[in-house]
């Protein structure tokens, strides 16, 4: 059984005066959807969860230093093929910080990590399908270019994982997990834009990143 109490207050508020506000596109699809391409999971999902899992990744429960790194909100929509929304789903991200660590023991650069940056993070979708993280800018590490790794499940049923990449990036033409989406239709679903963050003072950037799942949960 999952532990939705992560939702903090002050993670609510933010991700859903954001979320709504940006997520919500009226209309309804005429045609259906392609689903996102599943991506591997990796060998980096955290093999000790953080004593914070709630949906910002810069401030580790009540500490008042951030993570390094450019601040990114990350939002999206968990779709069906036909455009309606999964509400209730379960979504997970974790991603390398700054350094190019993981919260995995086995990571590499482990010595240098951030120890500010939670590394992880879930959220569960409300009734448009909406979630939003505030996390860094994915950055390359060895072998990779800069990517999230995004887990959708319902319940005790894992539905999709995927990874979430960054438009623009040289690299990208060099990495064997994203070239693996031989077709350049489905993989371009998986690479985003990074934007600045409209009046933002401090350079934020925003990203979306709507998942449509190739089979809808029930209920």
Request: aromatic share 8%; glycine share 10%; proline share 6%.
């Amino acid at each position: 059984m999952h532990n939705y109490d992560f939702l903090s207050r002050r993670n609510v508020l933010r991700g859903m005066t954001l979320g709504v506000a940006a997520l919500w596109t009226p209309g309804v699809f005429a045609d259906e959807l392609t689903a996102t391409p599943a991506q591997t999971e990796g060998p980096f999902y955290p093999d000790r969860l953080p004593l914070d899992t709630d949906n910002d990744l810069l401030i580790i429960n009540d500490e008042i230093t951030p993570a390094v790194g450019e601040v990114t909100h990350l939002t999206g929509r968990i779709l069906g093929l036909s455009g309606e929304p999964v509400r209730n789903a379960l979504v997970e991200i974790w991603q390398c910080d700054n350094q190019g660590a993981y919260i995995h023991s086995r990571s590499g650069n482990r010595k240098n990590r951030d120890g500010n940056f939670q590394g992880y993070g879930r959220f569960l979708t409300g009734s448009a399908g909406e979630y939003y993280f505030r996390t860094i800018k994915p950055v390359a590490y060895p072998g990779r270019t800069p990517h999230i790794h995004v887990k959708i499940s319902r319940g005790r049923k894992e539905l999709l994982t995927t990874q979430c990449y960054v438009q623009g990036e040289e690299a990208n033409e060099r990495d064997g997990v994203l070239k693996g989406i031989r077709d350049d239709k489905l993989r371009e679903l998986v690479i985003v834009p990074f934007r600045p963050l409209k009046d933002s003072p401090v350079g934020e950037l925003a990203a979306r990143f709507d998942v449509v799942l190739g089979m809808t949960p029930e209920g």
